[in-house]
């Protein structure tokens, strides 16, 4: 079971570090994070010694429900949230209060600061995400239950496609599987990409069809317990011309690489750095324009970040994707995408839908 209470005494050792009274946090999904309360509009004031929900009568029962150990204060009808918020905090007459410039409105920021003239308002940056970014079992569980409803989800629109499928047709199926197969829904709006329109790395469907192109791009991840998959393939619709296995083939080496080199202690920049090589030997560097990969867990893109400059050392319970990709506007794009833990003697990745090319023919 989730030991919320421990998460918060990780915070408070944070909060000292960081010399302020009491922190509050007003993200959403930092909250759920430190209470496991699922709604939002509610902000969380964690103190020295306790901790204090501050939200309204719409999420009263609920909040009983998952989170019975935290103290909780509803505004009532016709009272702001600020006004509520400024009594909570000044009740525990702080000197010092910490804020998360990372989602406080300066709207908040600054009305606040007009309420609470007797308490200074300090900024911190990322000190929940940081603690999110090492994954406890519990949410590696909930991970790998997201990847296998991914898999389930990707297998079921995968034999019902027809050529005369549009990418918004597909997309609606992603989501339809996706929640049938148990998912609380999908991590993000589904990439479908045909043909030229794949070198969009952020393609929107459209009423393009699947028959129309060579091939199509398929980015998609499922929530499960509100921890988050994401993966990319991509699915020939005809015969496998010369230039898309080339290319399959370069991205295909690179990301198998770049996984291999996922070990305690590698840095980000280093991993994306052996896939980078590979694609640029192969004389597309140019066409790799982001990143090799990303953080997830609640939120869909979380720290770390594999990519240059980033100098972070990866550790034993991070979950961060390798997708390389190259894209060429005219024609489409190549993008390969898994979920990968980092364990104490190297890696396990969390995603087993086939990608080697023969096994990407549709029919």
């Known amino acids: 079971m989730i030991s919320f209470a421990t998460r918060r005494e990780k915070l408070r050792t944070m909060i000292r570090r960081a010399q302020v009274d009491a922190i509050l946090v007003t993200d959403f999904t930092n909250v759920t994070y430190l209470t496991g309360f699922t709604g939002d509009d509610s ?36 009272e702001s949230m600020l006004s509520t918020l400024a009594g909570v905090i000044q009740i525990g007459r702080f000197d010092r209060l ?132 994401d993966l990319t393939r991509i699915l020939v619709t005809g015969r496998i011309s010369p230039k898309l296995k080339k290319l399959y083939g370069v991205v295909l080496r690179a990301q198998l690489a770049a996984i291999e080199a996922i070990r305690p202690g590698a840095t980000c920049e280093e991993v994306d750095a052996v896939a980078r090589k590979i694609i640029t030997k192969a004389g597309y560097g140019e066409a790799f324009g982001h990143g090799l990969g990303h953080g997830l867990g609640l939120a869909i893109h979380e720290a770390p970040r594999l990519a240059r400059n980033q100098k972070m050392k990866l550790r034993p319970g991070m979950i961060v994707t390798v997708e390389p990709g190259v894209y060429f506007p005219g024609w489409g794009g190549v993008r390969i995408e898994d979920d990968v833990l980092v364990t104490r003697d190297g890696h396990e990745v969390l995603t087993d839908v086939p990608k080697e090319l023969d096994d990407c023919l549709v029919g």
């Open 98 to 229: 910490g804020v998360e410039a990372g989602s406080m409105s300066v709207t908040l920021w600054h009305s606040l600061a007009a309420e609470l003239t007797k308490t200074k308002l300090v900024t911190t940056d990322g000190l929940v995400e940081k603690l999110r970014i090492v994954k406890d079992k519990d949410e590696i569980d909930a991970t790998r239950l997201a990847c296998r409803l991914g898999r389930r989800t990707f297998e079921a629109v995968r034999a019902l496609l027809k050529p005369e499928m549009t990418e918004l047709d597909i997309a609606a199926e992603f989501e339809y599987h996706a929640r049938r197969f148990g998912a609380q829904g999908l991590s993000f709006k589904p990439i479908i990409a045909v043909g030229p329109r794949s070198s969009l790395p952020h393609a929107r469907p459209s009423t393009g069809k699947l028959g129309d192109g060579e091939f199509a791009l398929f980015d998609w991840g499922v929530v499960a317990d509100l921890y988050m998959s």
């Open 43 to 78: 902000y969380l004031l964690v103190t020295a010694d306790g901790a204090t929900m501050i939200s309204d009568m719409r999420y009263s029962t609920q909040l009983e429900e998952e989170c019975p150990d935290i103290e909780l204060v509803i505004r009532g009808p016709g």
